[in-house]
């Protein structure tokens, strides 16, 4: 039976569905279990999952079961570990357009920057997720909502709470 | 509007743009709002260290090969395997690097083949082979001459404009000129083709072709050619072919305007005294030379 030129089993199609995917995942899986590297071993985990059942994933449902895939592996690893969010050479930040920014920023101590971090890395799990997917990777409440399948309004929560807490955590400095 | 109860989604809206102006004058009236938009502003510069994407596909793609599950996919691999095969293949047989020696006048040089099989050129001759691809075609094109120890192996074979040898054995010698092309195998046989005409030459056996017409054969005692010992010798050969071997071992020039054409040499000359070898040529064939001034013209005529 000839493949459809839309199949996941289809190399290009394959191809493309991971390069517009993997980054995202990526990310999501760091903020989700705390480890970059680790989230990287995912990622790829979860792919090479997705192509060995490509035959049974249809390109439209590849996305939900890469993420459903993904967590799961996620949620084994952290069975046997305790995984402390880490930040430390993963977040960083950016060098480029630092001259864009208000010059209030320009003039922010390195000291204030650190412990942003670490107020991020402190936060409630689901809070930190949240706050990172919408201030990182510039998703929108709608988007966060449907990857962990919870209402808008969810998010919404979870956001609010995540700034309150990070507010409290750096204190005036 | 700060508190973290549980239904409060304040920052969220204000993160959304999506406050009343009222609330938005009234946040930035309260001194939290400078802290909020700095932790906002702070976050926004955040990234995450680059993902190297087509490292991490790679290793996908590597981990996929070796679950091997779709011929689609074994076929592009073939497909860019045999791609690969044939450019290395034309590479292979457009890249064909040719060693080329040449001797000059009264120059004698000895080769080593790749094989080990050696070959020596006379004076005046040209011998050039494909280092590469000797191990498969053990081939020598030459223009002169030029005499041959082979190593044992495949077979080995001498190109001439005038026709080729063919080893079959070890040692024989090529003399290959526009009018003259003679073969002399020494040791084991050597197979002349000359002229869709086939000839199998054995140890003392020599084969001689004049002017494309003549076909002599007979047989010699030496077991090296006399040139390989600084000498020349010639067994009933035009006289012509003598004074060009002089010509070529002494860089002179030989004037013999009265020669008889058919007259034929048989003897020896030494290939490092001109004066001797002069002397034996023109005595036994009845003539007086002359050497001209500056050494480079040789007069020769009847007695």
Redesign the interface.
Known sequence: MPESTQSTCNEKVFDDFFRSHSRQLRSYLYYKFGDLEQAEDMVQEAFIKLWNHCAKVPIEKAKSFLYTTATNIGISHKRHETVKFKHKNYIKQRKSDTTNESPEFVMLEKEYMEKLKEAIAALPDRQREVFLLSRIDKKTYKEIAALSNVSVKAIEKLMHKALVSLRKKIGNI | M???R????????W??NELTDEELADFKADP?YK??Q????????????S?N?DT??H??KS??KT?A??P??IK?WSFAAIAASIAILIGVFMWHPQENFTTVVGQQMAVKLPDGSEMMLNATSTASFDKKDWENNRTVTLEGEAYFKVKKGSTFTVVTPQGEVRVLGTQFTVQAYPTLFEAICYEGKVQVSNRNQQTILTAGNAYRNINDQIIEQWDVLDTTPSWIHQASTFRSIPVQYVFDTLEKQYHITIDAKQLDSDLRYTGTFPNNALDIALKTVCSTLGMQYTISADGKTVVVEKQ
């Open positions: 700060l508190d973290d549980e239904e409060n989604i304040f920052l969220s809206r993160l959304n939290e802290h909020y700095k932790l906002v502003t702070a976050t926004d510069t955040l990234e995450l260290t993902y994407m991490a596909l290793t996908i981990s996929k679950v599950k779709s689609k996919v592009l």
